[in-house]
């Protein structure tokens, strides 16, 4: 933040005494020396040429009856050349002025007692970059008109110069109501012991630049936001001279800031952080090097910053322009209402590699946080399978030999930990995303997010095919299948909203941990709240918003699925047909990290799934899976591809898609279309290929539900022997020709004991059974 040096500026520059402007202040404009005129026509010398204060210079020409002084600066932004010429003219002590107007910005000077051009003429004009200050003096025996010479020689110059100023430049015009205020509260007059006549006012926006990476629409909200009045006096010598500068800010840490600055300058050496007792917290400072000559104090009230500058000529003590920025500082003060009057160090900007580092933080604590909230939603549907007791099962068919069963906790342990690996895996590519857009890199920034995402989508792709041939048969290599319009548009505003959502997050965190920029009081201003408040709406706005992301994202896939016809064409393998009672498509399952989950729901606060999309992602390895459609819903599964078919015809086409399938899955019910399906399983000789499904429900349900599937096989025909262990731990049944059950089970039901449970199911050589 630089509002105490362009202060500094406004005061000094315009006084056309010693400031250290800070670096890009200067135009980038050719070198004074290089642009003042050199010849100022026959019959003059140039006798002399000396270096001054803001990069100006002095060229001086003699000739027997005339004497020509050239004097030029560059000119600074801020105040701008209107500002400092405006200043400049009315500061002149004991001269009266007289616009020049075929110029745009030009001012004649004549010395008290003479006329206008009566052996003299000093003429003050301004080109883009630069000002100059033109004099000749003659005697009674030259024949040279002053005036006509002088403005000749502005002619010559302004053609080398630049031209002049634009007319409508944004440092002229009319003050503002802001301007006016500011300027009330500037003293009128200095204290009269010091013999101040002349003096003159400006006032306009303290213009800051937009430099160490602060954004650019900041720095023009400040500067639309943060006016500053000037006044300045001088003696008829011009040896002594003094200033206030006031600057009001849109905020008080602004001017705290401001405040703090000034007690770390760079030109000048502090004095004092103290330095009156009556005017709490003033820094005093005196300048060194070229600034040697200026005694200065700087104060705040609230969120007015008023900087005080005092300049003196060899002729005036120190003591006496000590005392002189000492009272203008109680007078100006006493002129200001109430407020805070602290100071306030901004804290630098961290390093690069923190500011990645923070970012990357606050990626994997949203990450983290999303999957915590996700494994309590898990909790809460885990707990509503607990309850009732199981009913002691009874078997259906007396006689039938007890069958296997296949443990399967510690394949689904191992499946749990594989995608531990994938959730890593994701959470670095999306960490390294995030960091290269808001490192500010640029295009190569992009460049980096860009390739960080594709390469976390491949990773995941990679990762996919390797948990599904974990335990069973490897899928096949999918074929490239375009959504549907609706699924893309969805996934395209599913992306646009996650990278807000998660964009602002990071932001709003980024706002509470570390303490306000000019970005947050931006913002704080737009939405009328306190600056720490921003922070915290745009975390948990920026969370919730990426949460939505996740969520029409998973939409977006639905939206996008292919129907059944389309999933034949593409995979010729024989279907797996996925049975169930409609009223099971909403049944909960713990989800678990997997590849099964896209890149884009790592912020997914879903906890569970529906349990259909475990059993077809796992189908899949074996053939693409297919099921009936629900009447009336249109929305396509993230499970089996739908098929809608008629209620009169829907018999006939289930035992044909029966006789085509090469696996059959069934999840066991207790609905009548269930019963009929069992029968034609049975009467249609398909009990070889066929795996019944144990739904994730309570344990008693999950009892009624066995005994309900028993009875309808042993009512076509089927014997059905007794399970080896409790139905409550059930995942999946084979049944064997002579009834013999040959069962899956595990101590918990989630996404992994499931998965593995299907690969057990259809490869029977996989482990040996207990």
Not at 169 to 185: E, I, M, N, Q, W
């Amino acid at each position: 933040m630089r509002a105490a040096h362009s202060a500094a500026i406004v005061c000094g520059v315009l006084l056309l005494w010693s400031v250290n402007v800070p670096s890009g202040s200067v135009r980038a404009a050719p070198a004074v020396a290089d642009v003042l005129l050199s010849d100022v026509g026959s019959g003059f010398t140039l006798v002399s040429e000396k270096s001054g204060n803001l990069e100006s210079i002095t060229r001086t020409f003699q000739s027997e009856h005339a004497n020509v002084v050239l004097d030029a600066f560059p000119v600074t932004e801020p105040p701008g050349v209107r500002k400092m010429f405006e200043l400049f003219s009315a500061s002149m002590a004991a001269v009266t002025t007289i616009p020049e107007p075929s110029l745009a910005l030009a001012t004649w000077f004549v010395p008290a007692g003479l006329q206008h051009g009566e052996g003299f003429a000093s003429l003050i004009f301004a080109t883009r970059d630069y000002m100059f200050i033109f004099t000749l003096a003659i005697d009674t025996a030259s024949d040279i008109d002053p005036v006509s010479f002088v403005r000749g020689l502005a002619d010559i110059q302004l053609a080398a110069g630049g031209g002049l100023p634009p007319v409508d430049g944004s440092t002229g015009g009319k003050r503002t109501p802001a301007d006016d205020a500011l300027v009330a509260l500037l003293p009128v007059q200095p204290p009269a012991v010091y013999g101040l006549t002349s003096s003159a006012t400006v006032a306009g926006d303290d213009e800051l630049k937009a430099t160490d990476g602060v954004d650019g629409a900041v720095v023009d909200f400040l500067n639309e936001n943060a006016p500053t009045a000037a006044r300045v006096w001088s003696d008829d010598t011009g040896d002594l001279l003094g200033a206030v500068s006031i600057t009001k800010y849109p905020y008080d840490i602004f001017a705290a800031a401001a405040l703090g600055e000034a007690a770390h300058p760079s030109d000048s050496d502090v004095v004092s952080t103290d330095a009156l007792e009556d005017v709490p917290n003033v820094v005093s400072y005196a300048g060194r090097g070229q600034a040697s000559d200026q005694i200065g104090t700087a104060f705040r009230r609230g969120d007015v910053f008023v900087l005080v500058l005092v300049s003196h000529r060899d002729g005036v003590p120190v003591e006496r322009a000590a005392a002189l920025a000492a009272d203008l500082t109680r007078l100006t003060a006493s002129g200001l209402p109430a407020g805070g009057t602290g100071a306030y160090q901004f804290p630098s900007l961290p390093s690069k590699l923190l500011g990645l580092a923070l970012s990357g933080a606050l990626v994997t604590a949203a990450a983290g946080g999303s999957t915590a909230v996700a494994r309590l939603r898990a909790r809460r549907v885990s707990k509503r399978w607990s309850g009732s007791p199981l009913p002691a099962p009874e078997p259906v068919a007396q006689g039938a030999r007890k069958g296997t069963a296949i443990p399967l906790d510690l394949d689904a342990k191992q499946l749990r930990r594989r995608g531990a690996v994938v959730l890593v895996g994701q959470l670095v590519a999306v960490n390294i995303c995030i960091v290269a857009l808001s490192g500010d890199f640029a295009w190569p920034g992009v460049g980096v997010a860009v390739l960080s995402l594709i390469m976390g989508l491949l990773l995941t792709h990679w990762w996919q095919r390797r948990e599904l041939s974990l335990l069973g048969a490897a899928a096949p290599p999918r074929q490239l299948v375009l959504p549907r319009p609706a699924g893309a548009l969805v996934g395209l505003l599913a992306l646009a909203v996650l990278a807000l959502g998660v964009g602002y997050a990071i932001k709003g965190l980024r706002y509470v941990v570390l303490k306000p920029s000019l970005a947050q009081l931006k913002w704080s201003d737009l939405l009328g709240i306190a600056p720490r408040t921003v922070g915290i709406v745009f975390g948990i706005g920026g969370f919730l918003v990426a949460v939505l992301g996740a969520w029409l994202f998973r939409i977006a896939r639905a939206l996008g699925r292919s129907g059944t016809k389309r999933v034949l064409e593409v995979d010729q393998r024989q279907a797996a047909l996925y049975l169930r009672s409609f009223d099971d498509d909403s049944v909960p399952l713990p989800a678990i990290a997997s590849a099964r989950r896209p890149l884009f729901e790592l912020f997914s606060l879903r906890g569970t799934d529906p349990f259909e999309e475990s059993v077809a992602w796992e189908l899949n390895c074996y053939g693409p899976v297919v099921a009936v459609g629900r009447p009336g819903r249109s929305l396509a599964s993230l499970g089996a591809a739908r098929e809608h078919l008629a209620d009169e015809t829907w018999r006939d086409q289930v035992a044909s898609r029966m006789d085509e399938a090469g696996i059959i899955a069934i999840a066991t019910g207790q609905t009548d279309g269930l019963a009929w399906e069992l029968g034609q399983v049975v009467t249609g000789g398909h009990l070889s290929k066929t795996v019944f499904v144990f739904p994730p429900v309570a344990p008693a349900e999950i009892g009624r539900r066995w005994e309900h599937t028993a009875a309808s096989l042993v009512g076509a025909g089927q014997a059905v022997g007794s399970l080896p262990v409790s139905p409550a731990l059930v995942h999946t049944v084979r049944i064997e020709a002579d009834g013999t059950a040959r069962v899956t089970f595990a101590n918990r039901r989630d996404e992994a004991t499931y998965r593995t449970a299907v690969d057990h199911a259809l490869n029977p050589a996989m482990s040996p059974p207990t």
